[in-house]
């Protein structure tokens, strides 16, 4: 056998040695390293043993996924009955929109998923046309949502279940994070009636619950308003959804604005730039950037608490399933409701908190530390 | 601030505009749709089915309203509301009339401003038990742990009952219906307390109702009826008077089926025919016309109809007409004539 031989420094890295390698070293590396580790490990072990067959066994092998009722379902089988899920699909996804109309909610949705699409990822074909599309989103959706110009008219209070979240979601975060930017812009604002004006809003909103918020949306306003001036009650909720939320995002906002050093904005004074110009070019670039995970936090937050309009009597998802499990042929099927209506919403948050995170990489040129 | 002074300060706001509020009936008609105040889910009383469309003994009466008002009992909006929202949805204007499980009390008929409709179902404070704990009565649930909704008029009854009987109980707060379900079921409290219509729905979404007994004391009175905001007689009238014709067809034998029949023309019985309008002008007293009593009647039937439909032996509430027997069965259902 011919002994191989290098020059100094131009010998191949040996491989590692076998018990650093391979999925044995792995356990013992991350799962079996101390005692107290092994003790966690076996803990971790006989929880998931606990906890993982009995949910896969309620979810899916002992599942009953036709029926008309409960009793049929209980007939069948005793876990989860998703029979009732799935007749009642539809009013969790479209509320009680009209039936005929609903392929508009539909081509909302799918509009929604381009717009999306052109506005997050910057290497999306036709990206400049997308981002007009975008623009103009709002608008078309309000027509196909609201009708009028053509179509039949559908009234607010028809709208529900994951629509409706996604309605009020979807506006709460396109709108909240402008306002919340010129809001923080206006507390550091040299004007005192805009820093003024800027700062009680802000201080107003985040002492008071959303929930009281809403409540005064829904039946203090009438109050107030003249009789007769119908204000219509999903434009009420969203205005005080959008606010509250701008309030939250305001000061992340300032807080980014903070972060960033003070040579940024002398060097876009010295530059003779603007106001308006240098935080355009200068100051808003940096200050978003390191703002997205509390941004992206205001945001799931946002989505989250779009559950509370149940107080004022909107059905959201969570609404939906509650007055679905007031139904005498499906009582007591809560566990179904509640987990179906927790993955909807899993998705969704998770969703938004992958793209942050996808965002903060792409835009990831210093700071690390 | 509980919710009652937050109701009674709400209602003080508006007392401004109440004055200016007559003409509900007007607004309703200009509007050509009815906005019916109701709770956001209750078994047999009011739920929304697989294809959003509101079911149910509360619903029902609100279809007989619109129908009598509008002519038809498909236009009415309906308002969900929470046990803490439905009479400031109401004072406030959003809803028109209130059938939302409501007990009827003087103090939300005086400090709240209401005008309470008649009682479309009496109910009363029960109490759910697991057979094994081997209890007969409620007066052997000294120590007993309870589940309790907060903020509801069985909370009180609840400390009334034990307090005059000398007893000691462990609340068990919960927030809503299935929580108290869950809670029960998952053996956290001894005894689920609640109207007693809700017990029954309750036991019968458990897993095995037949080894849970609803105990046979009733501790509370629960005249559950309509309501209208205080200050406009005439809408008052007519809710008050569908509610009543609903009663009396079931008195009379009207119903859904023989309305034509009966009410075609002018019969023998001057009541039926009063009912019906075919004798006397009683629709114009309440702002109507001649037929109102006959297209409320005809959405759903009469009582006894509205009855077995939502929450009688036949549907799995199973609920019993007991005290909501009319007069004449042994009941207390008894309506003021209509002449």
Redesign the interface.
Known sequence: MQQETYKPGEHPDLPPPSNTIGPMAWIRENLLSSPTNIVMTALSAWFLYEIIPPTLEWVFLDAAFTGENRDECRAKAAGACWAFISERFNLFTYGFYPHESRWRVDLSFLLLLIALVAVLWDRAPFRKQGLYFACAYPFIAGWLLLGGYGLEPVETDKFGGFMLTLVVGVTGIAFSLPIGILLALGRQSDLLAIRLFSVGFIEFIRGVPLITLLFVASTMLNYFLPRGTTFDLLLRVLIMVTLFSSAYMAEVIRGGLQAIPKGQYEAADAMGLKYWTSMRLIVLPQVLKISIPGIVNTFIGLYKDTTLVIIIGLLDPLGIGRSSLADTKWTGLSNEVYLFVAIFFFISCFGMARYSLYLERKLETEHKR | MTIKKAAAL?TA??LS?MT??AGTLEDVQARGELNCVV??????????????RWEGFDVSFCRAVAAAVLGDGEKV?F????G??RF??LN???GDILFRNTTETMSRDADLKLTFLPVNYYDGQGFLVRKDLGVNSAMELDGASICIQTGTTTELNLADFFRANNMNYEPVNIE?N?EG??NYSGNRCDVYTTDASGLA?TR????DPSAHVILPEIISKEPLGGAVRHGDDQWADIGKWVVNAIIIAEELGVNKGNLDAMCGSAGDNPSINRLCGTEGDMGSMIGLDAKWAVRAIGVGGNYAELFDAHVGPD???ALARGLNASWRDGGILYAAPIR
Do not use: M, R
């Open positions: 709400a706001l508006s505009t200016a509020q709770t956001t889910g209750l078994a047999g009383f009011a739920a929304p089915d697989e294809n959003g909006k308002v969900p509301s929470t803490k929202t400031t949805l406030s204007g959003e809503t299935e379900i869950a729905s019968a979404a458990l897993d549907t799995p509430l």
